[in-house]
């Protein structure tokens, strides 16, 4: 795993402004929820291989794992957007990917960035290459980067299966 000296996000908007707080949907009215909803929520983290793509709209309760919305500026000061602060993060995932494994991948396109909090944030990237070495082809990659207070973690780079 590559640490780093993070960026410094700025703390996320307030429970208006965000569309799930704490994991749930402002008109969730229970604070808890089923067995069978933590049992899909589980199904779909292991469908998708990961918290990468969550569909969010499928679940009344999000258990702490949150959308990201890469043109909004949640994370960072304008006018920097959470796509550049992402993009930084999977630039930072790919230089570690590339240096383990003698490749030259470079960032083509962040698409996609879910988040949970718990000692830190941890994020789930999704993003595309491309790659050089290849015909410049472009090719689907996703991340899980950890930001903690002063430091960040890439716990994983990988091609998406």
Request: net charge negative.
């Given at each position: 795993?590559e640490?780093?000296?993070?960026?410094?996000?700025?703390?996320?908007?307030?429970?208006?402004?965000t569309?799930?707080?704490?994991?749930?949907?402002?008109?969730f009215?229970?604070?808890e929820?089923s067995?069978?909803?933590?049992?899909?929520?589980?199904q779909?983290?292991?469908?998708?291989?990961?918290g990468y793509?969550?569909?969010?709209?499928k679940?009344?309760?999000?258990?702490g794992?949150k959308?990201l919305d890469?043109?909004?500026?949640?994370?960072?000061?304008e006018?920097?957007?959470?796509?550049?602060?992402?993009?930084s993060?999977?630039?930072?995932a790919?230089?570690?990917?590339?240096?383990?494994?003698?490749?030259s991948?470079?960032?083509?396109k962040?698409?996609?960035?879910?988040?949970?909090?718990?000692?830190g944030?941890?994020?789930y990237?999704s993003?595309?290459?491309?790659?050089?070495?290849?015909?410049n082809?472009t090719?689907?990659?996703?991340?899980v980067v950890?930001?903690f207070?002063?430091?960040?973690?890439?716990?994983?780079?990988?091609?998406?299966?």
């Open positions: 795993m640490r780093s000296d993070p960026p410094s996000p700025k703390r996320q908007k307030t429970e208006e402004e569309t799930c707080y704490n994991g749930r949907p402002e008109d009215d229970s604070d929820c067995d069978e909803e933590m049992h899909l929520f589980d779909e983290l292991d469908r998708i291989g990961g793509e969550i569909d969010f709209k679940f009344r309760y999000c258990f794992w959308p890469l043109d909004d500026s949640t994370m960072v000061d006018p920097e957007t959470n796509r550049d602060f992402i993009a993060l999977a630039n930072l790919l230089t570690k990917h590339n240096a383990d494994r003698g490749t991948l470079e960032l083509g962040v698409l996609i960035a879910n988040f949970h909090l718990s000692c944030l941890t994020f990237i993003f595309q290459v491309n790659d050089p070495s290849d015909g082809q090719k689907p990659y996703r991340a950890r930001y207070p002063g430091d960040i973690e890439v716990v994983s780079c990988n091609p998406k299966d």
